[in-house]
C-alpha cells in the first residue's frame, strides 16, 4: 500500500516521509502497528457487517468525531490523556520485567484520594492546595504498586495475578466509599465536588481537556529521561534485562522490582488525580471505562517508547472520543472499541504474526 | 450474631462445592497449559465466552447442553488462538493472554447489546437442571452436601481423576510433562513437542470455557457483563496452590469456592455493604498467593520452544 502511494503520488509520498523522520521514526520502523491497526479495524468492520451496522458509517462518524471539530479534538485529547498515564506505568514496570496488569485500580485508588483531600479542605491557596491532592494520587497509586511488589520480591507471589487482584480490590474499595461514608446527596455514588482550590484548570473551553494533559507529556519526557539517563533507570532496564547479571554488578533486584512498580502505581494514581481534579471535579463511579487496559495497549502500540506512547495513547483517545460520537450517530454498541484495542494487543502480542502476514500479502520487509 | 451462625451451616457447603467447579475446571485448565510450557492468563476470557456463548446457543437453541458444547467449542478455538500466537509465532504469553481478556469483555459485552439489546444482563434462558444421585443423597449430611447438583458438578469431579490418570498414568500425560519440562529432550525422543502444547492448550482453553458456561447455565442461568469476576485469575491462584496437581488444584478450589459461597450468603444477611463483602475472595486470593507460593515451583520454564 505505501508502495502504492510512492507510485501513484511521489510529492505526497516525499511529504509523508519528511514529516515521519521529522519526528524521528521511519516508516519502516512503524510499519507493523500500522499494519496491526488497519487488521484490527478490518476485522471490527466485518464484525459490524455481521452484526447488522454499517462499517463505513460507523468508522467515518468515529473519525469525524474525533478529528472533526476543535470540540472534537479537546474530546479525543482529553481521553487520551489518563491513557498516556498508565501506559506509562505498564512500560515503566515493564522495564523491570514486571507485567504490571492493575493500572485500572492503581489510577481508582489514585483518583479517589486526591478527591478526598480535594474535598477535605477549603482554604488552601490553590499553590499547595493543588499539589497536595496531586500527591495524595500518586502515592495512593504507589501504595497500590507497593503491595504486589513486596508480596512478589519477598514471597514470590506473581504480579500478574496480585495486580489483577488489587484492581478488583480497588474498584469495590471506590465504590463503597462513594456509596456509603463519602456519598455526595442524590442518587448518583460520587463525591462532593472538590473545592476550587484543587482543580486543575481546564486549557480548552468548552471541552473538558484539562492541565493533566500538560503532567502528562512532561511525565512522558521524563519517564523516558528518568531510564535513560539516570542511576535509578539504569537500575530498573538492568534488572528488566538481565537480573543475574544485575544482581552481581551491585545492582539489587528485590529493591529495582519494587521501585519500579511503585512508581509505576504512582504514575498510574497520578492520572487518577488528574482524571477528578481536570475533568469531573469529584470522584464518581465508574468514571473510567477501562483506561487501564488502554495503557496496556498503548504501551505496546508505542514500542514501549516514553515519546511513542504519547501518540498511541492520542490514538486511543481518539477510539473513544470518536466512539462515542459513533454510538450517538449509528447505535453501535460503544464496546466495539474494546473489541479493536484488544485485536491491536492480540496482533501486537507476535510479532512474527505481523511479519508472516506481511510476508503473505507480498510484502518486503 | 445468631444470623451469623446461621450462615454456616450445610448448604453453604453445598454452595461451595458449586461455587469450586468453575475455578476447579477452569483451574484444571491451567494445569494442562502450564504442564506443556505455556502460561494461560487468557482462562478468564475464555471463561467469560464460554459463559456468553452457552447462553446464546441456550438461547437460539432452547437447549442449554448445546450451549454447554458450543462453551467448550469456542473456548477451545481462543486456546487455539493462545497456542497461535505464543507457539508459531512467539508471542509473549501474558500478552497474549492479555489480549484474549480484553477481547473477551468487549466481545461478550457487544454482542450482548447486539442481541438482548442491554449491556448489563441477558434474558433468562434455560439452564441445567440439577440432578440427584438416588442413594448417595439419601446419606446424612454428605448427601446434603454432594446429593442434589447440576450434571456439571459431577463432570467436574470425574474431569478431576481424569486430568489425573491422564498427566501421570499415561504415554501422553509422560510426553506433555517431558514437553513442558524438556521441550529439547522431548523432541529428542521423538516427542511431538508442537503438536501436544496445541492440544494442551486447546484443552486448557476447553476447560475454562465448560467452567464458563457452568457459571451461566449451572446457577444464574443468565449472561451478566463481566460475569467471570476475577474467576480466571483465581483459579491460576488455585493451580498454584495446588502445586499444578489435578487434586490440589480441585482441593485450593474449594476454599476459594467457599468464600465465594460465604461472600454471597453474606451479602444476603446485609449486614456489611456489598462492596465490602465482595472483596473477600480477592483478599483471599492474595493472601493465599503469598502464604504458600514461595515454596511453589513451576512444572515448565516457559520458554518459547524454537526448534534447532
Known sequence: MIEGIRRVNPEAWHTLREI????????????????????????GAIALLITGYPPVEAYSAMISGAFGDVFGIGQTLTQATPIIFTALAFLFAFKSGLFNIGAEGQLLVGAFASALIGISFNNLPVYIHLPLALLAGALAGGFWGFIPAVLKVKLGAHEVITTMMLSYVASNLTSYMVNYPFKAPGWVPQTIVVAPSAELPRILQPTQLSASIIIAVALAWFTDYMLKKTTLGYEVRAVGLNPSAAESSGISVKKGMILALVISGAIAGLGGAGEVLGVHRRFIEGFSPGYGWDGLAVALIGRLHP???????????????????????????????NMLQALVVILIAAPKLIRYLLKRGGFKW | MV???????????????????????????????????????????????????????????????????????????????????????????????TGINIFAMGFTAYMSQVIWGSRGASVSVRGL??????????????????????????????????????????????????????????????????????????????????????????????FAWGMSGG???????AMILGRWMPFGAFGASLLFGFSDALQMRL??????????????????????????????????????????
Open chain 1, 20 to 43: 515521519l523522520t521529522k519526528l524521528g521514526l521511519s516508516v519502516r520502523k512503524i510499519l507493523p502497528e500500522t499494519i496491526a491497526i488497519i487488521t484490527a479495524f478490518l476485522i
Open chain 1, 307 to 337: 515519546v511513542g506512547v504519547v501518540f498511541a495513547a492520542i490514538l486511543f483517545g481518539a477510539l473513544r472520543s470518536g466512539g462515542m460520537v459513533m454510538t450517538r450517530a449509528t447505535g453501535v454498541p460503544l464496546d466495539i472499541i
Open chain 2, 3 to 97: 444470623e451469623l451462625i446461621d450462615v454456616i451451616n450445610i448448604g453453604l457447603f453445598a454452595a461451595a462445592l458449586r461455587m469450586a467447579t468453575p475455578i476447579a475446571l477452569a483451574s484444571l485448565g491451567g494445569i494442562f497449559s502450564e504442564r506443556a510450557g505455556i502460561i494461560n492468563i487468557g482462562l478468564e476470557g475464555m471463561m467469560l465466552t464460554g459463559a456468553f456463548t452457552g447462553v446464546m446457543v441456550s438461547y437460539f437453541s432452547g437447549n442449554p447442553w448445546l450451549g454447554v458444547l458450543a462453551a467448550m467449542l469456542v473456548g477451545a478455538l481462543l486456546g487455539l488462538l493462545h497456542a497461535l500466537l505464543t507457539i508459531k509465532f512467539s508471542g509473549d504469553h501474558i500478552v497474549s493472554g
Open chain 2, 129 to 222: 437442571q440439577t440432578v440427584s444421585i438416588p442413594l448417595l443423597k439419601d446419606i446424612p449430611i454428605i448427601g446434603d452436601i454432594l446429593g442434589s447438583h447440576t450434571p456439571l458438578v459431577y463432570m467436574t469431579l470425574i474431569l478431576t481423576v481424569l486430568s489425573y490418570i491422564v498427566l501421570f498414568k499415561t504415554p501422553v500425560g509422560l510426553r506433555i510433562r517431558a514437553v513442558g519440562e524438556h521441550p529439547s529432550a522431548a523432541d529428542t525422543a521423538g516427542i511431538n513437542v508442537f503438536q501436544i502444547k496445541y492440544l494442551c492448550v486447546m484443552v486448557s482453553g476447553m476447560l475454562a470455557g465448560l467452567g464458563g458456561a457452568f457459571l451461566s447455565l449451572g446457577h444464574l442461568n443468565l
Open chain 2, 231 to 237: 474467576r480466571g485469575f483465581i483459579a491460576l491462584a
Open chain 2, 267 to 308: 451479602q444476603a444477611l446485609g449486614l456489611l455493604p456489598p462492596q465490602i463483602i465482595l472483596m473477600i475472595p480477592y483478599i483471599l486470593t492474595i493472601a493465599v498467593l503469598a502464604g504458600v507460593v514461595r515454596k511453589a515451583i513451576p512444572p515448565s520454564d516457559y520458554k518459547p520452544y524454537v526448534r534447532e
